[in-house]
């Protein structure tokens, strides 16, 4: 007669609860090889080591004991009925020990997370399109103009602001007799600024167009209002489709004085003439291009991917893969100026559109995961190197000392895997793919 039994029942698609009954013959003998170590390894003044006698190891190591016993018992209970599951468990959400104590029987209860079984989708010859890499002359001139402006010097100079001249300034704006700063105040720059510094005649800046194309032409200590139309679809949605007037005054006006182009300058640059910097600058258009297409490619397989499929997603797995999307999200914002303030105010906004973008992160996983085990994709060690090695190049630390902290740290050996496998058969995948090129206009449209 077994000294282990197990029941299974489902809570819904993806969560079942596993229950474990170990009966106390079981746990008796668990119990009796338990004490058998501690008698063989405990050290007791006055015994000479395994001569100590029993009564006195479950007396002076009886806490030991119980904690040891309550972890074997739940470690065999898991190996019984979730280990050995006819079912693919994705993890344990929830577990209930009971009591577990020698003479009784044990009821442990696993709640866990489940993959639904699905058919791995075709995944050989999918289209993909992609735009041409040449750089345009316009684009190469673009980038060369915006390559002098990064060098270029601002004076303090006494006369009226041109477009591209720098313009320290204050302002405040008002609808009607409500002031804007009172509307939005978790996004100052639309209402009002004691100082602040505005590009002169900028396009598609961030902040209140009016005030960047007003400065144009100011002196410093001049004042004048101008007056903000905002879209109907402007966000913040407070201020959409309404009209603003605000008081503007010009403090100092900053001359942009564009760099001469003499040897020291190319010297600088690390080229030895006008010619050979526009055509580093065309190689670097080029290279952008290849990555964005190779982003766009990998987009348009996990849409594709995403769409020939469905199935349930375990929810656990949802609500982590959710935490890290909010917590990137937050990362990169508070790395250009956001605060906890801003997030706060859209708390609601961001969770749900996390967690759409969880669920199909998740669920690209999961095939790209079925997708590896068909063609049997490895992680080899030479997999592990690069994936040291860039991680080297991106934190500045010595590889051995990542090898160090990955070797005491199992958790990041397998993210690590599984970025590796899910890299592969990305690439598989993509060797597969049937391939398109086509104008920029056509994919936009």
């Given amino acids: 007669m077994s000294t282990v039994k197990t029941d299974v029942q489902d809570i819904n698609e993806t969560r079942k609860t596993i229950t474990v009954s170990v009966a106390a013959a079981e746990i008796a003998t668990i119990e009796a090889s338990l004490i058998k170590e501690f008698m063989r390894d405990a050290k007791i003044p006055g015994f000479r080591p395994g001569k100590a006698p029993e009564n006195m190891i479950r007396m002076r190591y009886a806490k030991e004991l119980k904690s040891e016993l309550s972890q074997r018992v ?14 693919e468990i994705f993890g344990v959400v929830d577990l209930n020990k009971g009591e577990i104590a020698a003479g ?78 009172d509307l939005v105040p978790e996004t100052p720059m639309y209402g009002s600024q004691k100082v602040t510094w505005e590009e002169a005649g900028a396009e ?21 209002e101008v007056t903000m139309e905002f879209p109907e679809d402007f966000k913040p949605e407070v201020l959409a489709g ?14 942009k004085v564009m760099p001469a182009m003499d040897d020291a300058f190319f ?26 297409n190779s982003n766009a490619e990998r987009q348009q397989i996990t849409e594709q991917l995403l769409a020939s499929v469905e199935f349930a997603i375990p929810e656990s797995g949802i609500e982590s ?22 997030f706060e105010a859209h708390k609601e906004q961001l969770h749900e559109g996390a967690s759409k973008a969880a ?14 085990e068909k063609e049997k994709v490895q992680a ?66």
């Fill in 321 to 342: 893969e959710t935490e890290a999307v909010l917590r990137d999200f937050m990362q990169r914002n508070m790395q250009q100026g956001a605060s906890e303030a801003d």
């Fill in 380 to 445: 080899e060690n030479d997999d592990f190197s690069r994936m040291i090695m860039m991680q080297a190049q991106q934190s500045g630390e010595k590889p051995e000392k990542i090898v160090k902290e990955i070797q005491k740290d199992q958790t990041r050996i397998n993210n690590m895997r599984s970025e590796i496998l899910l890299g592969k058969t990305m690439d598989l995948i993509l060797d597969k793919a049937e391939r398109e090129t086509v104008a920029a206009a056509t994919v936009e449209a």
């Fill in 242 to 255: 309404k009209t603003a007037v605000y008081s503007l005054k010009a403090e100092e006006v900053r001359e």
């Fill in 104 to 181: 009784s029987d044990a009821t442990i209860t696993f709640t866990v997370d489940v993959l639904q079984a699905f058919e791995v989708p075709a995944y050989e010859g999918l289209k993909v399109t992609n735009e041409p890499t040449a750089a345009s002359a316009e684009e190469v001139e673009k980038m060369f103009e915006q390559m002098l402006s990064q060098r270029a010097e601002f004076n303090v100079a006494e006369k009226a602001a041109d477009k591209g001249d720098y313009v320290r300034c204050s302002y405040e704006g008002k609808i009607g007799d409500e002031l804007v700063a």
């Fill in 204 to 224: 598609g800046t961030p902040g209140v167009q009016a005030i960047v194309d007003g400065v144009v032409g100011m002196q410093a200590g001049e004042e004048k």
């Fill in 359 to 372: 669920h199909d992160r998740l669920k690209s996983r999961l095939i790209l995961s079925k997708i590896a």
């Fill in 267 to 292: 010297a600088s640059l690390q080229v030895k003439d006008e010619a050979e910097l526009r055509e580093r600058i065309s190689e670097n258009i080029e290279n952008q291009k290849k990555e964005q």
């Fill in 74 to 87: 739940v470690s065999k209970a898991h190996q019984e009925g979730v280990a050995k599951s006819d079912f």
